[in-house]
């Protein structure tokens, strides 16, 4: 049996290279290709499933790989049956967990964490609809989602993939904290497990936990948190596994959405990876000399090479959605003539343009929100026949909490009752 838990080096928490033992030493994650700032990590997760493969393979040998896959999909189902139920630990009992080797049963709770996490506060809107988290990290960092409850019962979450951002999206309050670490694929995943132990039956986060399975609890799952997911790309796509997995989590693909301002080729690798999930591309500009002034890191990739890269999403299949995300500044591109060149960008592709105005948030740039008489006449435009283009207009929730998109910096205002995880996007599931 093995004496430590993911290899040495190996890349099992996502955007972190680790290693994994838990003892007195603290782990050092070191920088992952120049990128994010290091952080230090003394537990893993449970949840980062690569590496409980890694752990997993050590001690099985490297020819039973489909053996160490099968006993790492009934160790996370077991995780997450017990991380919703409010356990503190998973039960790994041969009554509870039937068929796992001695050694996965007898050092799991040495070398892994069923929750790495805690909620540092919770702030709820006054209309109730909306629910902020804050989540702190084992090292300190701390990182926002929101739950967003709809009508009929749909509940969204939005999850931070990052702590921060480097993007300097001019109008997103997150980027002003700069990049300052990646999450791992477990520290994702428990955004979810915290969001679902949050629900009753009658989803409002009072009363007794929810448990995985039953019919209440997050049924969308969105990466419009804290930070640029494809700058992440390994631990985003290391927590969509056992998010669409039916024996873990069990959220259709199509009910997971990653946004992205456009880092194209990571775009090309998502196809491949995480099939069947949703693309949000955070376009904000029809044209690349505005889209630089609002994006700065716009000009790493030019729109071309986007929309190229969006064609051959697009081309995966007929069952794709994918929704541009345009943010309405006013004064800056809330004209109907943005709104004609955005439609002419989007001709012959099958998207829905999602008009989003502004926020107010502390950003240098002292951005303005448009006037609603110019997002309905951009909308207009977009919707009639000249164009014929699936158009909405974001349904903000969550602004008086500092929960709505382009808000999440870690403001804190008043908490009001129990709280929940995401971002501001009450219209989301019209990409589902």
Not at 188 to 198: F, G, K, S, T, Y
Not at 221 to 247: H, K, Q, R, S
Not at 278 to 292: D, G, I, T, V, W
Request: hydrophobic share 35%; aromatic share 4%; proline share 6%.
């Amino acid at each position: 049996p093995p004496t430590r838990g993911a290899r040495e080096g190996h890349p099992a928490t996502g955007g972190d290279r680790t290693s994994t033992d838990r003892g007195p030493p603290s782990v050092v994650s070191r920088r992952s290709g120049g990128m994010a700032p290091a952080r230090k990590l003394t537990r893993t997760s449970l949840f980062d499933r690569s590496a409980l493969m890694a752990f997993l393979e050590d001690g099985l040998g490297p020819k039973r790989k489909d053996a160490a896959a099968k006993h790492c999909r009934a160790i996370l189902h077991a995780a997450v049956r017990d991380a919703e139920a409010g356990l503190d630990a998973v039960d790994l009992s041969e009554s509870r967990v039937p068929g796992i080797p001695k050694f996965a049963r007898d050092q799991i709770p040495e070398r892994f964490a069923l929750i790495t996490t805690t909620i540092a506060d919770c702030q709820t809107s006054k209309d109730g609809s909306t629910t902020k988290m804050v989540v702190e990290l084992q090292d300190g960092h701390r990182v926002e989602s929101v739950v967003m409850r709809h009508d009929k019962g749909r509940v969204t979450l939005c999850v931070s993939s990052q702590v921060g951002c480097k993007m300097g999206c001019t109008f997103c309050a997150t980027g002003t904290l700069g990049e300052l670490g990646n999450l791992t694929s477990g520290e994702i995943l428990e955004q979810l497990v915290h969001a679902n132990r949050l629900f009753n039956d009658d989803g409002t986060g009072a009363g007794p936990r929810r448990v995985s399975g039953t019919a209440h609890g997050v049924r969308n799952l969105v990466f419009m948190g804290m930070g640029e997911p494809l700058n992440n790309y390994d631990a985003v796509v290391g927590a969509i596994g056992p998010m669409t997995d039916p024996n873990a989590f069990a959220l259709a693909p199509s009910r997971v959405t990653v946004s992205t301002v456009g880092v194209v080729p990571k775009m090309r690798r998502l196809v491949r990876d995480a099939p069947g999930v949703c693309l949000a591309l955070s376009l904000h500009a029809p044209n690349q000399r505005l889209r630089e002034k609002i994006v700065p890191t716009a000009t790493a990739y030019k729109l071309p090479d986007i929309l190229s890269a969006l064609d051959e999403y697009l081309a995966t299949g007929p069952k794709v959605r994918t929704m541009i995300e345009y943010c309405v500044l006013g004064g800056v591109n809330d004209t109907t003539e943005c709104a004609r060149e955005l439609g002419e960008l989007m001709r012959h592709r099958d998207v829905i343009v999602n008009l989003i105005p502004y926020n107010p948030t502390d950003v240098p740039m002292g951005h303005s929100p448009p006037k609603m008489e110019d997002v309905r006449a951009m909308c207009a435009l977009l919707t009639g026949p000249e164009f014929n283009q699936f158009t909405t207009v974001r349904h903000e929730m969550g602004q008086d909490i500092s929960g709505a998109c382009g808000q999440l910096a870690l403001k804190k205002g008043p908490s009001v009752g129990n709280g929940g995880a995401g971002c501001g996007t009450g219209d989301i599931e019209d990409i589902g």
